[in-house]
């Protein structure tokens, strides 16, 4: 019997594997599931290795076969159509998100608003829900919307009044778009850089600066992975 994080891995990779006909960088990995390092990467791969689930292969990179799934993932979508969370977290149930009556759409939590600007307060409404095409829930984690405000992103096609949805996180590659909380107060959505010891929140807008914070000021609650707007 698998542990959750071992089964979600696992399910993981046989999506990508599907999605993009490789394997998936350790890097996708720990993003992913939402890990802070890749040392718990290879803890679990080693794991699944040794009881016969993944086949490490040999001189390629980013080599990995699925040999089998687990009987629960046995005919279920893979996680580019469906996430499970490492947490335990399902877009079909439980934590206010459910399928519509239809079956085309899932309800994830609506946070709020987000500012794409100057930062505002967000994540202050965990009552109301947003419906998103059940196609945008990909990947393993959970899942959350906010209304964006403001227009430093629009270069990047990110505009006021848009609904965006994020996996939740604790981190992210250089040059992904996320939402970040500065100093556990304010959150603001930017591109993130990293710096050496700094992080840079980066704006698509030309009128707007970069900001620059120290390692302990900023902390990342997930990363864009879809856009709703209304016309």
Same mark, same amino acid.
Request: aromatic content about 6%; overall charge negative.
């Given at each position: 019997? *698998? ?7 696992? @399910? ?11 394997? =998936?960088?350790?890097?996708d990995m720990r993003a992913g599931l939402g890990l802070r390092s890749k040392s718990g990467i290879h803890r679990l791969i080693s794991a699944l290795v040794e009881r016969g689930f993944l086949r490490r292969m040999k001189n390629r990179a980013r080599a ?13 979508? &893979?996680?580019?159509? *469906?996430? @499970?969370?490492? &947490? %335990?977290?399902? =877009? ?10 239809? %079956?085309?759409?899932?309800? @994830? ?36 919307? *906010? ?13 006021? %009044? ?57 902390? @990342? ?11």
């Open positions: 019997m *698998l542990t959750q994080r071992q089964h979600d891995l696992l @399910v993981y990779i046989n999506g990508y594997i599907s999605d993009h006909g490789i394997s =998936p960088s350790y890097d990995l076969e699925v040999l089998k799934l687990p009987d629960s993932a046995q005919g279920r979508p &893979s996680p580019g159509s *469906l996430a @499970v969370a490492a &947490s %335990g977290y399902d =877009p079909f149930a439980g934590s206010g998100a459910r399928e519509s009556p239809s %079956g085309e759409a899932i309800s @994830v939590p609506l946070l709020g608003r987000i500012a794409a600007g100057t930062p505002i307060t967000a994540l202050s409404d965990y009552t109301t829900t947003a419906e998103v095409p059940r196609t945008m829930i990909s990947g393993v984690g959970h899942h959350f919307a *906010l209304q964006v405000e403001g227009d430093s992103m629009q270069d990047a096609g990110i505009f006021d %009044g848009d609904l965006a949805l994020f996996r939740q996180c604790e981190d992210a590659e250089n040059g992904t778009i996320v939402i970040a909380l500065i100093e556990r107060e304010e959150a603001t959505l930017k591109r993130l850089r990293k710096r050496g010891d700094q992080i840079a929140l980066e704006p698509a807008n030309q009128h707007y600066e970069t900001r620059i914070y120290g390692p302990d000021q900023v902390d @990342v609650q997930g990363r864009l992975v879809g856009l709703l707007r209304m016309y």
